[in-house]
């Protein structure tokens, strides 16, 4: 009890700055088997960006000075009876709990994205808020329990918890308790695997992850074969990046991408992420593989219709110069090269995202 | 026997001629359990389009004078040993031997289809063939015999056997028995009902639906679900059908396109038959079923990217309204309107497809 004082003390109202980068999924997570505890139906294994590449930066204090939680993002106050935000935000509640605190914190985050990047941010701006709050309170939690609270925030923000090549174990446990994310390989294990995001144009309207994902479990019959179709090929990309080996863990990425996307499409009603410029880019990578006579590089998409593609850094040159013509023609706005990163780290006071009126509040 | 001779007298030389539509999938055949056989793993089912929508006449007559058979398509002479040709051809020799007869023939097909329609012909035309062949071998083979037959040549063939909404039942005896098309509702049952073809510019490569079909049988691992999803969506489509539910049946058409087009993406490589034209017009039909607060009209792409719209005749104002400007961008290059049409009918000796070179080898 002494220890908790103590802690109060030292940690009131100061602030805590952490940054996170989010992840891009090679194995995808599609379906949720617990809505309500985020627990998936298959593991899920991606790799985390680097932070020069991309990366969330959030400063959190708490301070018996402020009434309620503010949040500020990417420089505007968000509202937290907002449905979305209030879920990715619960993760604060679960961590004062934790610590048995009842104090209310500002939190301040931006992304530094390339502008209009369409890089979804939800992942490393929940890991860094997690990884920040965790300093501020006092917790200690490792990575590990870190990882089982950004889940709840948004399931594959759990993977950003973790640098490297990091799996998301599915799990059996009602409770969730085993459903955590851990690194497979650090980022120095295989240092010339890379991934090209290709930023594309859109006009697509926006289907929430979140509810498409329920419809997909709800309405379409054939997603029954997908977990176990899911954890097979998760084994063999594993087994293929262990020894390096780019066709194997390209192929895996692009049929588990394309899996994907065959299950939003056949959801009723059908939900499509991708577009005509991500079907150029996958028919570049297609014709770049062909021309080579072995697969070198692999598509894989997200929730949206940019492209990143995975390849090592031999062929580099060689798919920015196929990426060209489509970058020519505006259907790619442009490019970003990322090795595999580390995860969430804590920044000096010096980075602090808070402004004079947030600092003002605090004291 | 004495009745067999005069039949051959009768037959021999004289030239039959019949007419054949093809048909819009509204629950699609995608997958053989026996590929020798053509046997499917679901029960399909079609619209036969009107004649006078598209159509392919054949031309038949067998004659003791001519060594091989010969066949002109579009008044090219088709090269019999190419394997395609050859599988849909080998009809022919079904029906020889089951009138145990040796005699070669000369075929002579045309399809009148708008120019550039890229609607497949093989269905029409095996269809057409089956059913000239049958009269000028005097046969006496029903509909449901001749099914079977037509099946062997190209699977979906077999349900240009008959107009109206048609089933091909998937069967389940290992020699194909029990696997053959029927009428489930006439031409006339519901008159309202018509499908809008339109066609779209396509650059896509072409996949042959007959190797496309055993790839996703090999490597897909969501097949497994689509033999009972199909099955039921079927037997849904059928009731909607039978009370004139146009949001039923397009409800269930969209599904069934959406699914097999998913299953074709997530095959090993992918299959991608619809190109950004393909979703425009889906886009286009969606916002048409938006504005109108319910389901009015359906999209189904078969193996390529032209899209046939079905509704009914009270919307069809409305959908032409909504496909103009895509017209107007060239990127639906025409429609064409057809309701159910009528199963193959022998046509009488004006309209032999024959010319004087191909009498002249008869005689």
């Given at each position: 009890?002494?220890?908790?004082?103590?802690?109060?003390?030292?940690?009131?109202?100061?602030?805590?700055?952490?940054?996170a980068?989010p992840?891009?999924?090679?194995?995808?997570?599609?379906?949720?088997?617990?809505?309500?505890?985020?627990?998936?139906?298959?593991?899920?294994?991606?790799?985390?960006?680097?932070?020069?590449?991309?990366?969330?930066?959030?400063?959190?204090?708490?301070?018996?000075?402020?009434?309620?939680?503010?949040?500020y993002?990417?420089?505007?106050?968000?509202?937290?009876?907002?449905?979305?935000?209030?879920?990715?935000?619960?993760?604060?509640?679960?961590?004062?709990?934790?610590?048995?605190?009842?104090?209310?914190?500002?939190?301040?985050?931006?992304?530094?994205?390339?502008?209009?990047?369409?890089?979804?941010?939800?992942a490393?701006?929940?890991?860094?808020?997690?990884?920040?709050?965790?300093?501020?309170?006092?917790?200690?939690?490792?990575?590990?329990?870190?990882s089982?609270?950004?889940?709840?925030?948004?399931?594959?923000?759990?993977?950003?918890?973790?640098?490297?090549?990091?799996?998301?174990?599915?799990?059996?446990?009602?409770?969730?308790?085993?459903?955590?994310?851990?690194?497979?390989?650090?980022?120095?294990?295989?240092?010339?695997?890379?991934?090209?995001?290709?930023v594309?144009?859109?006009?697509?309207?926006?289907?929430?992850?979140?509810?498409?994902?329920?419809?997909?479990?709800?309405?379409?019959?054939?997603?029954?074969?997908r977990?176990?179709?899911?954890?097979?090929?998760?084994?063999?990309?594993?087994?293929?990046?262990?020894?390096?080996?780019i066709?194997?863990?390209?192929?895996?990425?692009?049929?588990?991408?394309?899996?994907?996307?065959?299950?939003?499409?056949?959801?009723?009603?059908?939900?499509?992420?991708?577009?005509?410029?991500?079907?150029?880019?996958?028919?570049?990578?297609?014709?770049?593989?062909?021309?080579?006579?072995?697969?070198?590089?692999?598509?894989?998409?997200?929730?949206?219709?940019?492209?990143?593609?995975?390849?090592?850094?031999?062929?580099?040159?060689?798919?920015?110069?196929?990426?060209?013509?489509?970058?020519?023609?505006?259907?790619?706005?442009?490019?970003?090269?990322?090795?595999?990163?580390?995860?969430?780290?804590?920044?000096?006071?010096?980075?602090?995202?808070?402004?004079?009126?947030?600092?003002?509040?605090?004291?």
């Amino acid at each position: 009890m002494r220890n908790l004082v103590l802690h109060l003390s030292e940690s009131e109202g100061r602030v805590f700055t952490a940054e996170a980068s989010p992840n891009i999924a090679l194995i995808k997570y599609w379906g949720k088997r617990d809505e309500k505890r985020i627990l998936p139906y298959n593991s899920s294994l991606s790799m985390t960006f680097e932070h020069k590449t991309f990366r969330t930066v959030t400063s959190i204090a708490f301070s018996k000075k402020i009434k309620e939680d503010l949040f500020y993002l990417n420089g505007v106050r968000q509202n937290l009876s907002d449905r979305e935000i209030m879920e990715r935000f619960s993760i604060l509640n679960l961590l004062r709990k934790m610590a048995g605190r009842r104090e209310r914190a500002v939190v301040v985050s931006r992304n530094y994205f390339p502008t209009a990047s369409g890089m979804a941010s939800s992942a490393s701006g929940i890991a860094a808020l997690a990884y920040a709050a965790n300093a501020a309170l006092d917790l200690g939690l490792g990575r590990k329990e870190l990882s089982r609270i950004a889940r709840q925030g948004s399931g594959s923000a759990c993977r950003s918890i973790f640098g490297g090549i990091v799996i998301w174990h599915r799990g059996s446990s009602p409770d969730g308790r085993d459903s955590y994310a851990e690194q497979l390989f650090d980022e120095k294990y295989w240092q010339d695997f890379i991934s090209i995001t290709a930023v594309v144009s859109s006009s697509a309207k926006k289907v929430s992850s979140r509810a498409g994902m329920r419809q997909t479990v709800e309405t379409n019959p054939l997603f029954g074969a997908r977990p176990e179709s899911a954890e097979a090929r998760l084994h063999d990309l594993v087994n293929a990046y262990a020894r390096r080996d780019i066709s194997g863990v390209a192929a895996c990425a692009m049929a588990d991408s394309n899996e994907m996307h065959a299950l939003m499409m056949s959801t009723s009603p059908p939900i499509r992420y991708l577009n005509a410029a991500s079907h150029a880019i996958m028919d570049a990578v297609e014709s770049i593989n062909n021309d080579a006579g072995e697969i070198i590089a692999g598509y894989t998409f997200d929730a949206g219709p940019n492209a990143n593609i995975i390849t090592i850094e031999r062929h580099r040159e060689e798919i920015t110069r196929a990426i060209a013509p489509l970058m020519k023609k505006g259907i790619v706005k442009g490019i970003k090269v990322s090795h595999a990163g580390t995860g969430p780290v804590l920044l000096d006071s010096r980075w602090s995202m808070m402004g004079k009126k947030e600092l003002r509040m605090l004291k």
